[in-house]
């Protein structure tokens, strides 16, 4: 199960989502792809996956409130944005031990390693995130691998602790600059 999670808008492009799906599945037709969240661009994405072919593959499923359930019957996360700030979906992902595949924009890099935690395209190339996905699903070793980095990864640099901790430390030197003018 490759899974994308998200606000469905135009920013996300969920169409490059569903065009390497189309590509995944010539390689692995029983593969399913998931498509959490809800917004402008549904109805427009649901009648594109069932005009293109893609209906028995794709699962629309709405805003959901278990996605730790989802992560953990996820085989990956895939997030096909424009752009981004910093993807919570990707944290979210990594902290449940996912790989990722990703498009190399916006924050998109402090969150997944590129070849560590997850893998990054470059472009917007259908077939090159189809290539990323397939890569993933056929090694689960190195995918495992790669979602055990992101869990590391991510309980190390988001957590709660840690925001508060810079947080106090950015007013602190606020506060130190301000008390020198």
């Not at 469905?8 to 969920?14: G, M």
């Amino acid at each position: 199960m490759i899974t994308l999670a998200g606000r469905l808008a135009p920013v996300k492009d969920h169409r490059l989502f569903l065009a390497a799906a189309r590509l995944v599945l010539a390689a692995r037709p029983r593969a399913v792809f998931l498509v959490v969240g809800d917004g402008e661009e549904r109805p427009s994405l649901e009648r594109e996956a069932r005009t293109s072919g893609l209906a028995d593959a794709v699962r629309f499923t709405g805003w959901r409130d278990d996605l730790d359930r989802v992560y953990a019957d996820s085989d990956l996360v895939v997030l096909t944005s424009r752009n981004e700030g910093t993807p919570v979906s990707l944290i979210e992902a990594s902290a449940a031990g996912r790989p990722i595949v990703a498009t190399a924009v916006g924050g998109v890099g402090d969150v997944v390693r590129d070849g560590g935690s997850g893998l990054l395209a470059a472009g917007r190339d259908p077939a090159e995130i189809a290539a990323l996905i397939l890569r993933l699903l056929d090694d689960p070793a190195r995918a495992a691998a790669m979602g055990e980095e992101g869990r590391r990864f991510v309980l190390e640099r988001f957590t709660s602790a840690r925001l508060v901790r810079d947080v106090g430390e950015l007013y602190g030197r606020l506060l130190e600059e301000g008390g020198a003018g």
